[in-house]
């Protein structure tokens, strides 16, 4: 079975740019989340969607939002680019109800603001 | 707020070395602990888990108890091999809710010939 797949890869934009970044969760699993990893930290909680409503979000401001698509894919998007944006983006899937509080996260997107 | 300390690397250690990760939290309640592994340029796989008070989380070697005494979750390898070399993240959850899974800064383990 595939695990979390995400698109694009890599990513170069400038500063002001804006950016959509996408995630495919595992099959059956309708629930999605966005973490940002910055260079040499822990990776920081943007949001959760499950069944295409948000259920949470971490301290990020508005230039920061998602949504989750019918087939349980999401995209999340990043307006007003800042230099400090730039870090790998993680998508992680969960089934409801599955084994307790168990994320499996996609390979990630390396997004660099220049 | 809930938080994970885990103590900074590099980690340097020779192959069949004894591997010690310490990892503490504070939170409100009682989480499930985790340990995730990610090697360079790949993003992270779950190692390990925990999901109460004096449960032992174990795979490919790695061990780590869950010890609400000392909210600690500390990870451990009797024999680490050149091909455990990666970042090591603790990290802990509640479930109910949405799930967000709270992050240590995590610990980069290097394991030479």
């Known amino acids: 079975d595939a695990g979390v797949t995400q698109s694009p890869t890599h990513l170069i934009k400038t500063r002001g740019q804006h950016v959509t970044l996408r995630c495919s969760p595992i099959?059956?699993?309708?629930?999605v989340s966005w973490y940002q990893q910055v260079l040499g930290q822990g990776p920081q909680f943007i949001f959760q969607y499950y069944e295409k409503e948000e259920r949470g979000r971490g301290n990020f401001p508005d230039r920061f939002s998602a949504r989750q698509f019918p087939n349980y894919s999401s995209e999340l998007n990043v307006n007003a680019l800042l230099l400090g944006d730039s870090a790998l983006y993680l998508c992680?899937?969960?089934?409801?109800?599955?084994?307790?509080?168990?994320?499996?996260f996609g390979p990630g997107t390396r997004l660099t603001v220049t | 707020g809930d938080s994970v300390t885990q103590m900074e690397g590099p980690v340097t250690l020779s192959e069949e070395a004894f591997l010690t990760i310490n990892c503490t939290y504070t939170a409100t309640g009682y989480p499930s602990l985790f340990w995730y592994v990610q090697y360079p340029g790949e993003g992270l796989q779950l190692l390990l888990k925990?999901?109460?008070?004096?449960d032992k989380g174990s795979n490919k070697g790695f061990e780590a108890t869950y010890r609400k005494e000392t909210t600690s979750f500390h990870l451990e390898k009797g024999s680490v091999q050149v091909s455990d070399s990666a970042v090591y993240f603790c990290?802990?959850?509640?479930?109910?809710?949405?799930?967000?899974?709270?992050f240590g800064i995590g610990t980069k383990l290097q394991v030479i010939p």
């Open positions: 992680a899937s969960t089934v409801p109800g599955g084994p307790r509080d168990e994320q499996y």
């Open positions: 925990a999901t109460k008070a004096d």
């Open positions: 099959s059956g699993h309708k629930s």
């Open positions: 990290a802990l959850s509640f479930s109910g809710g949405y799930q967000k899974v709270t």
